[in-house]
């Protein structure tokens, strides 16, 4: 479901991913979005922030709400990185910045089915992502078969990345889900932890390949490849 203000933009977007092979239902706003999802089920929903009555961080926040299992991507302007925050915050999955490209709107939206439908299935024992596998019963994470030594808290965060791949973690998050919301405000503690799990997994630290920085958001850790579990 597309769920944006601007008719002509709605039109290229259902053009574009019709003709990709997807069936779309396209919303002018958030209030007609609410009452699409009530009577239609959705693998995931491009929705826009700006717009006039409910917008679109509300339509997110109900969105959620009613649909755990949605995927949301929200369309914000490449400028505003409040807006990813608040975005994220609100419950999205991921965002995609205008202008953008259908070619890379594409990866984001297959990347968002992919995760709807791991989500319903069992989760493995283990993730296992480039060369890097962790084992959350054992508490074990090695790289290329090697053991890795980390701390609990590097491992508590690591695990929380690797949980959700693919996806952009604001620092608000990451410091409440590994230590607490009385923590919300230390992003220097993160950075320090950050680079300390970079210098033990990245073959270069100053470049990595799997713990990625989303500026002025957070972090993200590397999708999974095709094919791995």
């Known amino acids: 479901m597309i769920v944006d203000d601007d008719a002509r933009l709605r039109r290229a977007l259902h ?19 609410l009452r699409e999802t009530e009577n239609h089920k959705f693998d995931v929903v491009l929705l826009d922030i700006n717009m006039p009555g409910m917008g679109g961080f509300e339509t997110c926040r109900e969105l959620r709400r009613a649909n755990p299992r949605l995927q949301i991507l929200m369309l914000t302007v490449r400028e505003s990185e409040e807006d990813k925050v608040k975005a994220l915050d609100a419950g999205a999955d991921d965002y995609v910045t205008k202008p953008f490209s259908v070619p890379e709107l594409m990866a984001r939206i297959r990347a968002a089915i992919r995760r709807a439908t791991t989500s319903t299935t069992d989760a493995p024992e283990t993730i296992l992502i480039g060369d890097i596998e962790l084992d959350p019963q054992r508490r074990t ?29 604001t620092h608000v998050r990451l410091l409440h889900a590994v230590w607490g919301a009385e923590y919300s405000q230390e992003r220097e503690y993160l950075r320090t932890f950050i680079h300390e799990l970079r210098k033990k997994l990245e073959d270069d630290p100053s470049s990595p390949q799997y713990l990625l920085t989303e500026a002025y958001v957070g972090y993200r850790f590397r999708e999974r490849e095709v094919g791995q579990t």
């Open 141 to 169: 994470v090695r790289k290329s078969g090697e053991i890795v030594r980390l701390t609990p808290k590097e491992f508590d965060l690591l695990h929380y990345l690797m949980s959700h791949a693919g996806l952009p973690v």
């Open 15 to 33: 053009s574009s991913l019709h003709s990709l092979g997807f069936e779309i239902t396209d919303s002018p706003n958030g209030e007609v979005a």
